[in-house]
């Protein structure tokens, strides 16, 4: 069957030749959100990505008339600016990632059958590499084999993360959700708004067991306050605050699949644990200082998420209600059950590719960003750059960015069971 598969993915080819509340004009230092890490927040999201322009690629595939999978990091409006129809804002470069947005254009069908077979291949090669392992070799010809494993491993690092990318972006294909594209002021709009695509909330909002949205309708009342119900109201807001609390969100829509998961399978099997109502502020201040993936030191992201001036909008924007639109929730509750190192294991990225797929994919949404710390220590927020948007677009990023961390779980969760990577 396997053998089938592989062979019928060939032959299409070849015939064929990819919270703070965010209207408050600043956050209070220790004030309980679920989307502000401050200085725990995940070390290697500095601000929004650690991939450098230098090594981009930028020749488009050649797909005809077809749609065309783009990876590319740049706030440039030429990133998106072509006759294809990108399906992802990210633009995958390595051979393999290449092979599979072919695959996503022409058959997406076929997508798990071929990442099964890149899973294979991948597994041998990395079997190859431990087999030829020699001991025996010392000085120049021992730090040439060491390098030499480096590159490769790097390589199959680069592969796999685009592997995941592409089955994240298969799924909301098969969902029949499109990915919002590169932010940039639309020519059609005449008042410059970036937020022409159409929506989809009900799609979105399907994609999440029913407990599971009621985590998300309180994450989204925290973000807009009283104006998650406002969808035609325009404001203008920071794109780099935005790019944060997107990025933020997908952590969260990664730990709440994640705990949900959980979840389900003990109320499944009838073993729920009874557990009382607890303080909304306890559980956002709990998940928001624990809900970080891996990492160490501060970055610039982090510095910038802590500053008030990155969180300040202009002038004619009234701060909606804080908490406003709380629920209870008893996957909340469950979630308030674990114990502190549970939670804070639930609460992690498992995987560098994972972290690394967040930075570049939130990158290529918003453009990377310039942060200047000031001597001071504040943020200049002199070249920060504003982005007409309206509430209901604003409501559409942060389910597309949930839904994005959702199906990121599930990929890396499949993606693992064939190719062992996730360290914890």
Same mark, same amino acid.
């Given at each position: 069957?396997?053998?089938?598969?592989?062979?019928?993915?060939?032959?299409?080819?070849?015939?064929?030749?990819?919270?703070?509340?965010?209207?408050?004009?600043?956050?209070?230092? !220790?004030?309980?959100?679920?989307?502000?890490?401050?200085?725990?927040?995940?070390?290697?999201?500095? =601000?929004? *990505?650690?991939?450098?322009?230098?090594?981009?690629?930028?020749?488009?595939?050649?797909?005809?008339?077809?749609?065309?999978?783009?990876?590319?990091?740049?706030?440039?409006?030429?990133?998106?600016?072509?006759?294809?129809?990108?399906?992802?804002?990210?633009?995958?470069?390595?051979?393999?990632?290449?092979?599979?947005?072919?695959?996503?254009?022409?058959?997406?069908?076929?997508?798990?059958?071929?990442?099964?077979?890149?899973? +294979?291949?991948?597994?041998?090669?990395?079997?190859? +590499?431990?087999?030829? +392992?020699?001991?025996?070799?010392?000085?120049?010809?021992?730090?040439?084999?060491?390098?030499?494993?480096?590159?490769?491993?790097?390589?199959?690092?680069?592969?796999?993360?685009?592997?995941?990318?592409?089955?994240?972006?298969?799924?909301? %294909?098969?969902?029949?959700?499109?990915?919002?594209?590169?932010?940039?002021?639309?020519?059609?709009?005449?008042?410059?708004?970036?937020?022409?695509?159409?929506?989809? +909330?009900?799609?979105?909002?399907?994609?999440?067991?029913?407990?599971?949205?009621?985590?998300?309708?309180?994450?989204?009342?925290?973000?807009?306050? !009283?104006?998650?119900?406002?969808? !035609?109201?325009?404001?203008?807001?920071?794109?780099?605050?935005?790019?944060?609390?997107?990025?933020?969100?997908? %952590?969260?829509?990664?730990?709440?699949?994640?705990?949900?998961?959980?979840?389900?399978?003990?109320? *499944?099997?009838?073993?729920?644990?009874?557990?009382?109502?607890?303080?909304?502020?306890?559980?956002?201040?709990?998940?928001?200082?624990?809900?970080?993936? !891996?990492?160490?030191?501060?970055?610039?992201?982090?510095?910038?998420?802590?500053?008030?001036?990155?969180?300040?909008?202009?002038?004619?924007?009234?701060?909606?209600?804080?908490?406003?639109?709380?629920?209870?929730?008893?996957?909340?509750?469950?979630?308030?059950?674990?114990?502190?190192?549970?939670?804070?294991?639930?609460?992690?990225?498992?995987?560098?590719?994972?972290?690394?797929?967040?930075?570049?994919? *939130?990158?290529?949404?918003?453009?990377?960003?310039?942060?200047?710390?000031?001597?001071?220590?504040?943020?200049?927020?002199?070249?920060?750059?504003?982005?007409?948007?309206?509430?209901?677009?604003?409501?559409?990023?942060?389910?597309?960015?949930? *839904?994005?961390?959702?199906?990121?779980?599930?990929?890396?969760?499949?993606?693992?069971?064939?190719? =062992?990577?996730?360290?914890?």
């Amino acid at each position: 069957m396997e053998a089938m598969k592989a062979t019928m993915v060939r032959s299409h080819l070849l015939s064929t030749s990819g919270p703070s509340n965010i209207l408050s004009r600043s956050s209070p230092a !220790n004030g309980p959100d679920f989307v502000r890490f401050g200085t725990n927040f995940h070390s290697s999201i500095k =601000h929004y *990505t650690s991939i450098s322009h230098s090594k981009l690629a930028h020749k488009r595939l050649g797909f005809g008339n077809r749609r065309c999978l783009v990876v590319r990091a740049s706030s440039s409006p030429d990133s998106v600016g072509s006759t294809e129809s990108p399906i992802a804002p990210l633009r995958l470069e390595s051979p393999i990632g290449q092979f599979l947005s072919q695959i996503l254009m022409s058959h997406p069908h076929l997508v798990p059958a071929a990442v099964e077979q890149q899973l +294979d291949q991948l597994q041998t090669d990395r079997d190859a +590499d431990i087999k030829k +392992d020699d001991p025996s070799a010392s000085g120049t010809d021992l730090v040439l084999y060491r390098r030499i494993a480096e590159v490769k491993a790097n390589e199959r690092k680069k592969a796999l993360e685009e592997i995941l990318y592409a089955l994240v972006v298969q799924k909301f %294909m098969d969902a029949n959700v499109s990915l919002i594209p590169a932010i940039s002021p639309s020519s059609s709009d005449p008042s410059g708004r970036v937020d022409v695509w159409p929506s989809q +909330d009900e799609k979105l909002e399907q994609l999440h067991s029913p407990e599971a949205y009621e985590m998300i309708k309180n994450h989204l009342a925290l973000i807009l306050g !009283n104006r998650v119900t406002d969808s !035609n109201s325009v404001a203008q807001i920071s794109k780099l605050r935005v790019g944060q609390v997107y990025a933020a969100s997908v %952590m969260y829509g990664y730990f709440l699949k994640r705990v949900d998961q959980r979840f389900q399978l003990e109320k *499944t099997m009838k073993i729920l644990p009874n557990v009382s109502d607890v303080e909304e502020s306890d559980i956002q201040q709990v998940v928001g200082e624990s809900m970080r993936p !891996n990492g160490g030191e501060e970055g610039s992201f982090q510095a910038a998420s802590s500053h008030a001036e990155v969180s300040s909008w202009s002038d004619d924007i009234s701060p909606g209600g804080f908490g406003q639109g709380i629920k209870p929730s008893r996957l909340r509750n469950y979630v308030m059950s674990f114990d502190g190192e549970t939670l804070q294991r639930y609460a992690t990225i498992r995987s560098k590719e994972a972290v690394s797929i967040i930075e570049k994919h *939130t990158e290529a949404l918003f453009g990377r960003p310039e942060i200047v710390i000031t001597p001071q220590g504040t943020v200049d927020s002199s070249k920060d750059e504003l982005i007409k948007i309206s509430f209901g677009g604003l409501k559409r990023l942060v389910l597309e960015a949930v *839904t994005f961390g959702s199906f990121l779980w599930d990929v890396e969760s499949y993606v693992d069971s064939r190719y =062992h990577f996730v360290l914890n």
